[in-house]
């Protein structure tokens, strides 16, 4: 993906968007993270300003997968913080979106992962393990599910019911 953009990828497949199988997120993410490009398999969390599970997921081997979570847009506080992010690198995460607010900006931005989220914000998530794994998901005006690809770049996040070949 490194080497095409999506905005070459929307212009090379018409067929995908008219089809519905390749949906391009509204442009509402600002960009975090040394990685501005990346891609991989989708794995869907719905939480709503609450943590744990967030936490739990990047504990585990990412294996160049993409954490899509939706955070229900909150901007009353963060769910992604810097010491998840580090992990999420150590782990081999390709990735995490988040319809929601970071916080350790400077942390996550030292860190060699992509992160898009909504806004940075000081105050800290609950930690109660509220939500739900592995459901559909709308964020920016798209429904993402399990195993769907995700491809960003500068330009926008690109949702895909199949791995393209670029």
């Known amino acids: 993906m490194a080497l095409v953009t999506t905005a070459e ?50 504990e585990e081997k990412g294996n160049g997968r993409v ?11 963060a769910i992604l913080g810097g010491n998840p992010v580090v992990q999420a690198q150590n782990n081999g995460w390709a990735g995490i979106v988040v319809n ?7 942390e996550i931005n ?3 992962i992509g992160v898009r989220a909504l806004a940075s914000h000081p105050m800290k998530a609950n930690k109660k393990g509220n939500g739900e794994k592995h459901v559909p998901i709308t964020i920016a005006g798209t429904r993402i599910t399990d195993g769907e ?3 960003a770049d500068t330009d926008g996040i690109l949702i895909s019911r199949m791995e393209l070949s670029v």
């Open 9 to 58: 990828v929307c212009d090379a497949n018409p067929q995908l968007i008219a089809s519905g199988d390749l949906r391009a997120l509204q442009p509402i993410f600002q960009i975090y993270g040394r990685r501005q490009v990346f891609s991989g398999p989708v794995v869907t969390l719905k939480v709503f300003e609450d943590n744990v599970l967030v936490r739990e997921f990047l």
């Open 67 to 77: 954490l899509v979570v939706d955070g229900g847009a909150s901007q009353r506080c």
């Open 100 to 106: 929601g607010c970071v916080r350790d900006v400077d």
């Open 110 to 112: 030292g860190c060699d």
């Open 149 to 151: 690809w995700l491809y």
